[in-house]
């Protein structure tokens, strides 16, 4: 975002950016280990760790559930035999 905003000093109409440079810093497994052994992460956490990026992932819900249930059943009713259908979730 790039903001300016406008402010007077003695009179005279000065311009300011208000921009911040943001660092990212990666992390390593040794750092993510770290935070599951200092709680900030546990197991009901869905996150990964991807290429030094902490990753939330999303929750199946009882919708999601339902739909791989479905397709699972329409694709085997299409393809009978002539494939195998694995479903994971």
Same mark, same amino acid.
């Given at each position: ?25 990666? /992390? ?9 052994? +200092? !709680? ?6 869905? %996150?990964?760790? &991807?290429?030094?990026? /902490? ?9 999601? +559930? !339902? ?6 059943? %329409?694709?085997? &009713? ?12």
């Amino acid at each position: 975002m790039n903001a300016s905003k406008k402010f007077v000093i003695f009179g005279e109409k000065q311009s300011m950016s208000t921009t911040a440079t943001l660092e990212k810093r990666l /992390l390593t497994c040794d750092d993510y280990h770290a935070m599951i052994a +200092a !709680g900030i992460l546990d197991e009901e956490d869905n %996150v990964e760790l &991807l290429n030094g990026e /902490l990753i939330f992932k999303a929750r199946k819900t009882p919708l999601h +559930a !339902g739909t791989v249930t479905r397709l699972n059943h %329409v694709l085997h &009713l299409l393809l009978h035999s002539r494939s195998i259908v694995s479903v994971a979730s």
